[in-house]
């Protein structure tokens, strides 16, 4: 009876946890954007408001860009400036170097934009509402709002489904024909409204192009030009059809009426004509019209109870691969408050191991919500943008931001969410060829600075107009390229492997070879090169932010050049070509050990402009590649650790969220907590911050300032990180774990080799360990204490790190470890 009742107490938390404390709650409408609660499902977003009389629902459909596919030569003259650009840098004149960069740039990006906005105006007689709560259950992806107004409760709850390709809004009253709407919907687009069988239609068309909002032009910032003659342009349409049991419904262009009804139900559907990154949207675009009314009009023919079953059963088969439970010595003070007020009370330092949960799983819910097979990739903002010139453009940003939305795909076992960024990367790939040879004369595919959804791969700048140490940053395909590998090392798919993966990383890997050229030792270099977005000052004491051989760019090369080897190897192909790569990598710039002990990060150990800068593109070795750990590399980790106290922990919200799997990999669990808990720290409104003040919104969004998703994704990836790592080809259980995380439970957690792993701790100490294998062939686990493994004959094996011990598996077998007294 004894054991039967410590087992309940140690599952109860974990399943309380799971049904009834993943909400975002509130006690008041949201005033801002960052207090409104997201929903998507891939395609159609929504951000809801809650707001009693005037409710707004923001909405957003995934493929509603400006501007169309770039298809001419934009800058024929940029070959001819790259030998001089390497001249000037092999001079020692890296100024001229930059300004003769400028001169190899193309254009912007185009930008994300927001589909239109629902109004939902209701009548009360009284002024203010009793009873206001609303919440984002995010175990279930439903947003609902109640109230109680003139002695009626009111109810909205809010989904998108992903099953049926709609948002569905339920309204309901306590009380009969309470209900009286007028429904209205808005574009910050041009468009104009109609009527088609009841149903409120919005037509739009997007701009032909829109400047980033960070450009100061004389000209509009934002065009409609001709779009008939240079394919750009999409069309969208949004739908908005109610469906009631009651009362009556009358519709006109201003919107739809509704009158005494007890009932009301919305379906919103939404599409636009886009059809593919090489496809004019004009005269080649999917008809947008036709795709919205099939899905509106499929859904008007079934039930509510049909509808939000569908969407359960679409959404579980995602959320409920992955559970977590966190406990510790201090009870939380907190748990109980709403939302805003309880990120506010754990800024102050109370224990919350519930809201770190929560902060996980939202991570998770947000991906499951922003990226869908068949879809764009989560952009800059996942799904979700405000604006006609949002932050940055919305879009695809390559020198981490796009890669870190995709951290946690793998690992929190979401892996065909995966899906939307190797079918970007495969657009890239077509342009990335053509870039690589109109702007360089080279072989191979790249990808600069940032890409949108026409693939965009140019040097970004509007031809001349923007900082080389960002704009010509030459490194995106190759980053890019890891994400196949990774997905091909999480679910040991060979076919992916052969047929998508193997031949982008291996034009990839040609144009690097290409790139690379001798310096004065004999080694192999990138110029030019930049340390994305930071500046150094140079011997003579001038600031410069393109030089030679940056550590990021050698380290992303030869993690490049070390994934198509092992590649090549696998498939047995390549043969000739892969020694070549071999001899290539032998001859890469190595990493440098500076003076105070640090990873140098430039061509010299040269001092930085800004030392506390929020990029620290150098460790990528540590992470997110695997070229250095103290485990294999210990100097190396050590100057990386120097590193990391000289870059200090403040930065920007997703900065933050990079350094969280910085410390995981580092081993230093309670330094990673310090960084999540500084994540963790409400933030307002309060415009562009570079240097610091990165934290959480009271909706829970990543906060740069302003607003960019990829820290929400970071922080999910750095936690499971902290919990699980198998980037060594190993399974390292409970590899980073916090002081502040003393008992706990995860299931489901993915790991290299197609491995699934469950863990439960107790006193910092594991106490049980499944581990499911999905291809068979040997596990090998690190552990901070001696295993057995049930029913296999084996012996942990003591090192400098912790235990290993290592056994066979067999394909769809699991297999139980637990610690040895």
């Given at each position: 009876?004894?054991?039967t009742i410590l087992l309940l107490f140690a599952i109860i938390?974990?399943?309380?946890?799971?049904?009834?404390?993943?909400?975002?709650?509130?006690?008041?409408?949201?005033?801002?954007?960052?207090?409104?609660?997201?929903?998507?499902?891939?395609?159609?977003?929504?951000?809801?408001?809650?707001?009693?009389?005037?409710?707004?629902?923001?909405?957003?459909?995934?493929?509603?860009?400006?501007?169309?596919?770039?298809?001419?030569?934009?800058?024929?003259?940029?070959?001819?400036?790259?030998?001089?650009?390497?001249?000037?840098?092999?001079?020692?004149?890296?100024?001229?170097?930059?300004?003769?960069?400028?001169?190899?740039?193309?254009?912007?990006?185009?930008?994300?934009?927001?589909?239109?906005?629902?109004?939902?105006?209701?009548?009360?007689?009284?002024?203010?509402?009793?009873?206001?709560?609303?919440?984002?259950?995010?175990?279930?992806?439903?947003?609902?709002?109640?109230?109680?107004?003139?002695?009626?409760?009111?109810?909205?709850?809010?989904?998108?489904?992903?099953?049926?390709?709609?948002?569905?809004?339920?309204?309901?009253?306590?009380?009969?024909?309470?209900?009286?709407?007028?429904?209205?919907?808005?574009?910050?687009?041009?468009?104009?409204?109609?009527?088609?069988?009841?149903?409120?239609?919005?037509?739009?068309?997007?701009?032909?192009?829109?400047?980033?909002?960070?450009?100061?032009?004389?000209?509009?910032?934002?065009?409609?030009?001709?779009?008939?003659?240079?394919?750009?342009?999409?069309?969208?349409?949004?739908?908005?059809r109610a469906l009631n049991k009651d009362g009556s419904i009358?519709?006109?262009?201003?919107?739809?009426?509704?009158?005494?009804?007890?009932?009301?139900?919305?379906?919103?559907?939404?599409?636009?004509?886009?059809?593919?990154?090489?496809?004019?949207?004009?005269?080649?675009?999917?008809?947008?019209?036709?795709?919205?009314?099939?899905?509106?009009?499929?859904?008007?023919?079934?039930?509510?109870?049909?509808?939000?079953?569908?969407?359960?059963?679409?959404?579980?088969?995602?959320?409920?691969?992955?559970?977590?439970?966190?406990?510790?010595?201090?009870?939380?003070?907190?748990?109980?408050?709403?939302?805003?007020?309880?990120?506010?009370?754990?800024?102050?330092?109370?224990?919350?191991?519930?809201?770190?949960?929560?902060?996980?799983?939202?991570?998770?819910?947000?991906?499951?919500?922003?990226?869908?097979?068949?879809?764009?990739?989560?952009?800059?903002?996942?799904?979700?943008?405000?604006?006609?010139?949002?932050?940055?453009?919305?879009?695809?940003?390559?020198?981490?931001?796009?890669?870190?939305?995709?951290?946690?795909?793998?690992?929190?076992?979401?892996?065909?969410?995966?899906?939307?960024?190797?079918?970007?990367?495969?657009?890239?790939?077509?342009?990335?060829?053509?870039?690589?040879?109109?702007?360089?004369?080279?072989?191979?595919?790249?990808?600069?600075?940032?890409?949108?959804?026409?693939?965009?791969?140019?040097?970004?700048?509007?031809?001349?107009?923007?900082?080389?140490?960002?704009?010509?940053?030459?490194?995106?395909?190759?980053?890019?390229?890891?994400?196949?590998?990774?997905?091909?090392?999480?679910?040991?798919?060979?076919?992916?492997?052969?047929?998508?993966?193997?031949?982008?990383?291996?034009?990839?890997?040609?144009?690097?070879?290409?790139?690379?050229?001798?310096?004065?030792?004999?080694?192999?270099?990138?110029?030019?090169?930049?340390?994305?977005?930071?500046?150094?000052?140079?011997?003579?004491?001038?600031?410069?932010?393109?030089?030679?051989?940056?550590?990021?760019?050698?380290?992303?090369?030869?993690?490049?050049?070390?994934?198509?080897?092992?590649?090549?190897?696998?498939?047995?192909?390549?043969?000739?070509?892969?020694?070549?790569?071999?001899?290539?990598?032998?001859?890469?710039?190595?990493?440098?050990?500076?003076?105070?002990?640090?990873?140098?990060?430039?061509?010299?150990?040269?001092?930085?402009?800004?030392?506390?800068?929020?990029?620290?593109?150098?460790?990528?070795?540590?992470?997110?590649?695997?070229?250095?750990?103290?485990?294999?590399?210990?100097?190396?980790?050590?100057?990386?650790?120097?590193?990391?106290?000289?870059?200090?922990?403040?930065?920007?919200?997703?900065?933050?969220?990079?350094?969280?799997?910085?410390?995981?990999?580092?081993?230093?669990?309670?330094?990673?907590?310090?960084?999540?808990?500084?994540?963790?720290?409400?933030?307002?409104?309060?415009?562009?911050?570079?240097?610091?003040?990165?934290?959480?919104?009271?909706?829970?969004?990543?906060?740069?300032?302003?607003?960019?998703?990829?820290?929400?994704?970071?922080?999910?990836?750095?936690?499971?990180?902290?919990?699980?790592?198998?980037?060594?080809?190993?399974?390292?259980?409970?590899?980073?774990?916090?002081?502040?995380?003393?008992?706990?439970?995860?299931?489901?957690?993915?790991?290299?080799?197609?491995?699934?792993?469950?863990?439960?701790?107790?006193?910092?100490?594991?106490?049980?360990?499944?581990?499911?294998?999905?291809?068979?062939?040997?596990?090998?686990?690190?552990?901070?204490?001696?295993?057995?493994?049930?029913?296999?004959?084996?012996?942990?094996?003591?090192?400098?790190?912790?235990?290993?011990?290592?056994?066979?598996?067999?394909?769809?077998k699991v297999y139980q470890l637990s610690a040895l007294p």
């Amino acid at each position: 009876m004894k054991n039967t009742i410590l087992l309940l107490f140690a599952i109860i938390p974990a399943v309380g946890m799971c049904q009834s404390s993943l909400k975002l709650w509130y006690e008041q409408p949201a005033k801002t954007w960052t207090e409104a609660l997201p929903l998507g499902n891939g395609r159609l977003g929504a951000m809801v408001f809650g707001n009693e009389k005037e409710e707004l629902i923001q909405l957003n459909e995934s493929s509603l860009w400006s501007g169309g596919p770039v298809s001419e030569n934009v800058n024929p003259d940029a070959p001819k400036y790259l030998p001089q650009v390497r001249q000037a840098i092999f001079e020692g004149d890296y100024k001229k170097a930059s300004d003769l960069s400028k001169k190899m740039q193309g254009v912007y990006s185009e930008s994300y934009l927001p589909l239109g906005d629902l109004m939902i105006k209701q009548e009360f007689r009284s002024t203010s509402s009793e009873s206001y709560y609303r919440e984002l259950d995010i175990k279930d992806a439903v947003a609902t709002t109640r109230f109680k107004m003139d002695g009626v409760n009111y109810t909205r709850q809010l989904f998108s489904s992903a099953a049926d390709q709609v948002i569905v809004i339920r309204l309901t009253a306590d009380k009969p024909n309470q209900l009286n709407l007028k429904i209205s919907a808005h574009s910050l687009l041009k468009y104009a409204n109609s009527v088609d069988n009841n149903v409120l239609v919005l037509k739009g068309v997007a701009p032909t192009h829109v400047d980033p909002n960070y450009t100061r032009y004389k000209r509009e910032p934002v065009s409609y030009n001709d779009s008939l003659s240079n394919c750009k342009g999409m069309r969208f349409t949004l739908l908005t059809r109610a469906l009631n049991k009651d009362g009556s419904i009358n519709t006109d262009t201003s919107g739809i009426q509704i009158k005494n009804a007890t009932e009301v139900l919305l379906l919103l559907s939404a599409a636009t004509s886009f059809n593919g990154f090489d496809k004019c949207p004009v005269s080649e675009g999917k008809d947008e019209n036709q795709i919205a009314k099939k899905y509106v009009e499929a859904a008007a023919l079934k039930s509510y109870s049909q509808l939000f079953a569908n969407h359960l059963a679409d959404y579980h088969r995602f959320f409920n691969r992955v559970t977590l439970s966190l406990r510790n010595e201090k009870p939380s003070t907190s748990a109980t408050l709403p939302t805003d007020k309880r990120l506010a009370a754990y800024t102050a330092g109370s224990s919350d191991p519930d809201l770190e949960v929560l902060y996980f799983q939202y991570g998770r819910y947000l991906l499951i919500s922003s990226s869908r097979p068949g879809n764009p990739p989560a952009n800059l903002q996942g799904i979700w943008n405000k604006s006609v010139r949002p932050p940055w453009s919305s879009n695809y940003t390559t020198n981490i931001n796009v890669q870190m939305n995709y951290w946690p795909a793998e690992t929190t076992n979401l892996s065909e969410l995966h899906q939307p960024l190797f079918g970007l990367i495969q657009n890239l790939a077509v342009t990335g060829k053509k870039t690589a040879k109109e702007f360089y004369g080279l072989d191979g595919w790249v990808v600069h600075h940032n890409s949108d959804i026409w693939a965009l791969s140019n040097p970004v700048g509007d031809l001349g107009n923007g900082d080389p140490k960002w704009a010509n940053w030459a490194m995106g395909a190759n980053w890019l390229c890891q994400h196949l590998w990774e997905h091909y090392q999480f679910t040991q798919n060979e076919k992916f492997l052969k047929d998508t993966a193997y031949p982008l990383m291996k034009d990839a890997v040609i144009f690097s070879l290409a790139w690379l050229i001798p310096d004065k030792d004999g080694y192999l270099i990138t110029a030019p090169s930049g340390s994305p977005e930071n500046t150094f000052i140079d011997e003579k004491g001038v600031q410069g932010g393109i030089a030679q051989a940056s550590t990021m760019d050698m380290s992303i090369i030869r993690d490049l050049f070390s994934h198509f080897i092992k590649a090549s190897q696998q498939l047995n192909i390549d043969k000739s070509f892969r020694d070549t790569v071999i001899a290539k990598e032998k001859m890469l710039y190595p990493f440098h050990i500076g003076k105070k002990g640090n990873l140098v990060e430039w061509y010299k150990d040269w001092e930085d402009v800004e030392v506390h800068h929020r990029h620290v593109s150098h460790l990528f070795g540590l992470h997110p590649g695997e070229q250095i750990s103290p485990v294999k590399t210990p100097a190396l980790a050590a100057a990386a650790r120097k590193t990391l106290e000289i870059r200090g922990d403040e930065g920007t919200g997703w900065s933050k969220a990079w350094k969280i799997n910085f410390w995981a990999r580092l081993l230093d669990g309670n330094h990673a907590y310090v960084l999540l808990r500084d994540l963790l720290h409400l933030t307002g409104e309060s415009g562009t911050t570079y240097a610091s003040g990165g934290g959480t919104y009271p909706n829970l969004f990543d906060a740069h300032p302003p607003f960019q998703i990829d820290g929400n994704f970071a922080a999910t990836a750095g936690i499971a990180e902290m919990l699980l790592q198998s980037h060594l080809g190993e399974l390292h259980l409970l590899a980073a774990l916090p002081g502040a995380w003393k008992d706990g439970q995860v299931k489901g957690l993915r790991a290299r080799g197609a491995y699934e792993v469950d863990m439960d701790w107790k006193d910092h100490k594991l106490t049980n360990v499944s581990i499911k294998s999905f291809k068979g062939g040997s596990c090998k686990v690190r552990t901070g204490m001696p295993v057995r493994v049930t029913g296999v004959k084996v012996a942990s094996q003591k090192t400098a790190e912790g235990y290993v011990t290592s056994f066979e598996t067999q394909k769809g077998k699991v297999y139980q470890l637990s610690a040895l007294p």
